[in-house]
């Protein structure tokens, strides 16, 4: 019997489990996904839990709820791989053989990396949203914060989700007004780009949406250190901004499984071929989600096609016939600006996000890159589509793994 | 768009990133270096030719990969390029400015 092994039953784990269970059956193989963690988070709710619109409960599920019962769930921590060898290294000294292995171990935030960010201001006046610790201690409190600096801030490129910080700083407007105390919190967004966002025509609508509600923009901050005692951010040219709150992103990283297996850039990324999702080094290594190199959006939508071109391209390969070279960095993210509404982007590795229309070209009923009440009612149904539709690996309809141009408003 | 500089003709980008880095010489690094109001010491020409070898070898280039490199520590690469480092210097250096990917 062969072996396909999964590493991670996150988002694109769970997707790729889901997906190959209907077509790799036993007797013939056998799929086995690995996760030392038991609790399966709906990662986007970190971004409205510190503002009280989301309970813990609302983004918090059990792992085994979501993975196949033909598929082995392992319950433990890994060790290493040995790719020369085919072999997974599990803490507890047992040894996975594969035929084929999916690597997806995920990105997580490394405030370690940034000197002094996790200092004696860790979680007291320093804080990061995209854990669960830390999005919860920010809501308790931010709910008797009196106002101040408020500093939304990005360590360094590539993070997750691109788009979060700059909703959040969105949110943060909002929910300031509706406690009646904006006018007593100064709000600024840091960030090491050189504007609000890495494609131009969406950078000029969101940076137009930060001036309209008042949020200062410092661009091309390379942050050196966290001052704790007096409470700022330096960044290598000797710029200081201070901070009352400070919300940071911090450097985002792979796994450490990649770094002791040797198999990961300077940031523990997989080297990935970006139209198949192969390895570059190994041929029967395969990399989905956060955890590789390509240059596309570290984002559940992102996971969601690849994991479509994934499954193609897994069942070409255990036929021995040639890859698919289809996957075109399509990503679709929904940008919450507040008061209820959302902007929609649709973009991929060659197309920058425009306005139009969406899905449907020219009827929506959802708009890119303009603000609508119709984008954030998206924004909220998805919680229930990623629990019910997209983890199941259910194909969403009219939305195809690769983009579509139509209904987009090209030069 | 064409860009005349150092006497010779130059294909750039609306942000004036050159956009054949085969068009590059030193002299038009010195010419470029000038209009970003720096004076280039064997130290700067260390960090250029070590962005362009980087180039030459499709490396993406971040600050993060230039402070590891072992030829110019973050602190310095700012003394040397002030404001923002790598933008500067890779349009210096005659190659596309580094997209962060997204």
Same mark, same amino acid.
């Given at each position: 019997?062969? #072996?396909?092994?999964?590493?991670?039953?996150?988002?694109?784990?769970?997707?790729?489990?889901?997906?190959?269970?209907? #077509?790799?059956?036993?007797?013939?193989?056998?799929?086995?996904?690995?996760?030392?963690?038991?609790?399966?988070?709906y990662?986007?709710?970190?971004?409205?839990?510190?503002f009280?619109?989301?309970?813990?409960?609302?983004?918090?599920?059990?792992?085994?709820?979501?993975?196949?019962?033909?598929?082995?769930?392992?319950?433990?921590?890994?060790?290493?791989?040995?790719?020369?060898?085919?072999?997974?290294?599990?803490?507890?000294?047992?040894v996975?053989?594969?035929?084929?292995?999916?690597?997806?171990?995920?990105?997580?935030?490394?405030?370690?990396?940034?000197?002094?960010?996790?200092?004696?201001?860790?979680?007291?006046?320093?804080?990061?949203?995209?854990?669960?610790?830390?999005?919860?201690?920010?809501r308790?409190?931010?709910?008797?914060?009196?106002?101040?600096?408020?500093?939304?801030?990005?360590?360094?490129?590539?993070?997750?989700c691109?788009?979060?910080?700059?909703?959040?700083?969105?949110?943060?407007d909002?929910?300031?007004?509706?406690? #009646?105390?904006?006018?007593?919190?100064?709000?600024?967004y840091?960030?090491?780009?050189?504007g609000?966002?890495t494609?131009?025509?969406?950078?000029?609508?969101?940076?137009?949406?930060?001036?309209?509600?008042?949020?200062?923009?410092?661009?091309?901050?390379?942050?050196?250190?966290?001052?704790?005692?007096?409470?700022?951010?330096?960044?290598?040219?000797?710029?200081?901004?201070?901070?009352?709150?400070?919300?940071?992103?911090?450097?985002?990283?792979?796994?450490?499984v990649?770094a002791?297996?040797?198999?990961?850039?300077?940031?523990n990324?997989?080297?990935?071929?970006?139209?198949?999702?192969?390895s570059?080094?190994?041929?029967?290594?395969?990399?989905?989600?956060?955890?590789?190199?390509?240059?596309?959006?570290?984002?559940?939508?992102?996971?969601?096609?690849?994991?479509?071109?994934?499954?193609?391209?897994?069942?070409?390969?255990?036929?021995?016939?040639?890859?698919?070279?289809?996957?075109?960095?399509?990503?679709?993210?929904?940008?919450?600006?507040?008061?209820?509404?959302?902007?929609?982007?649709?973009?991929?590795?060659?197309?920058?996000?425009?306005?139009?229309?969406?899905?449907?070209?020219?009827?929506?009923?959802?708009?890119?890159?303009?603000?609508?009440?119709?984008?954030?009612?998206?924004?909220?149904?998805?919680?229930?589509?990623?629990?019910?539709?997209?983890?199941?690996?259910?194909?969403?309809?009219?939305?195809?793994?690769?983009?579509?141009e139509?209904?987009?408003?090209?030069? | 768009?064409?860009?005349?500089i150092?006497?010779?003709?130059?294909?750039?980008?609306?942000?004036?990133?050159?956009?054949?880095?085969?068009?590059?010489?030193?002299?038009?690094?010195?010419?470029l270096?000038?209009?970003?109001?720096?004076?280039?010491?064997?130290?700067?020409?260390?960090?250029?030719?070590?962005?362009?070898?980087?180039?030459?070898?499709?490396?993406?280039?971040?600050i993060?990969?230039?402070?590891?490199?072992?030829?110019?520590?973050?602190?310095?690469?700012?003394?040397?390029?002030?404001?923002?480092?790598?933008?500067?210097?890779?349009?210096?250096?005659?190659?596309?400015?580094?997209?962060?990917?997204?």
């Amino acid at each position: 019997m062969k #072996h396909l092994v999964i590493l991670g039953a996150g988002t694109a784990g769970t997707m790729m489990a889901n997906h190959l269970s209907h #077509h790799l059956k036993r007797p013939e193989w056998r799929i086995s996904i690995v996760d030392e963690k038991t609790e399966h988070h709906y990662q986007p709710g970190y971004l409205f839990l510190p503002f009280d619109i989301y309970e813990p409960e609302d983004i918090v599920k059990s792992i085994d709820e979501f993975i196949p019962k033909t598929v082995d769930l392992v319950q433990g921590a890994i060790d290493k791989v040995v790719p020369s060898e085919n072999k997974v290294l599990m803490h507890d000294g047992s040894v996975l053989v594969y035929d084929v292995l999916i690597v997806a171990t995920g990105a997580k935030t490394a405030p370690e990396e940034i000197e002094g960010m996790k200092g004696n201001e860790w979680y007291k006046s320093v804080f990061d949203f995209y854990t669960f610790e830390g999005s919860l201690s920010l809501r308790n409190k931010l709910r008797d914060w009196k106002g101040g600096k408020l500093v939304v801030h990005i360590t360094e490129m590539p993070i997750k989700c691109p788009v979060a910080p700059l909703e959040f700083a969105f949110l943060a407007d909002s929910y300031f007004k509706h406690k #009646h105390i904006r006018d007593k919190v100064e709000i600024t967004y840091v960030t090491p780009l050189s504007g609000a966002f890495t494609k131009p025509k969406a950078t000029e609508a969101l940076e137009h949406l930060l001036q309209e509600k008042n949020i200062n923009i410092e661009s091309d901050f390379a942050i050196e250190h966290v001052d704790n005692e007096k409470k700022e951010i330096v960044d290598y040219g000797g710029r200081a901004i201070p901070f009352d709150i400070l919300v940071t992103v911090p450097t985002n990283k792979g796994d450490e499984v990649i770094a002791r297996s040797g198999m990961g850039d300077d940031l523990n990324y997989v080297p990935t071929h970006k139209a198949t999702l192969q390895s570059k080094e190994y041929a029967n290594v395969f990399v989905l989600g956060d955890a590789s190199n390509i240059p596309a959006s570290k984002a559940g939508s992102v996971a969601h096609f690849e994991a479509e071109i994934l499954t193609d391209n897994i069942l070409h390969f255990v036929k021995g016939e040639p890859l698919k070279e289809e996957f075109d960095g399509h990503a679709n993210c929904f940008i919450e600006t507040g008061n209820g509404k959302a902007l929609l982007i649709d973009f991929n590795y060659t197309h920058e996000p425009v306005e139009g229309t969406f899905p449907f070209p020219g009827v929506g009923p959802l708009r890119l890159l303009k603000e609508s009440r119709m984008n954030h009612m998206g924004k909220l149904a998805f919680r229930w589509i990623y629990w019910n539709v997209l983890l199941k690996g259910t194909h969403i309809p009219f939305v195809s793994a690769s983009m579509s141009e139509a209904g987009k408003k090209y030069n | 768009m064409e860009k005349t500089i150092a006497g010779k003709s130059i294909a750039v980008n609306e942000e004036g990133y050159m956009t054949d880095f085969k068009q590059w010489d030193k002299s038009i690094g010195e010419a470029l270096a000038t209009e970003a109001e720096i004076n280039l010491t064997p130290r700067h020409w260390d960090v250029l030719t070590y962005l362009q070898t980087e180039y030459r070898n499709e490396v993406p280039l971040s600050i993060r990969k230039i402070g590891k490199s072992g030829v110019v520590d973050i602190k310095e690469f700012y003394q040397l390029f002030p404001k923002a480092p790598l933008k500067t210097a890779t349009k210096i250096a005659g190659i596309p400015k580094p997209a962060s990917c997204i």
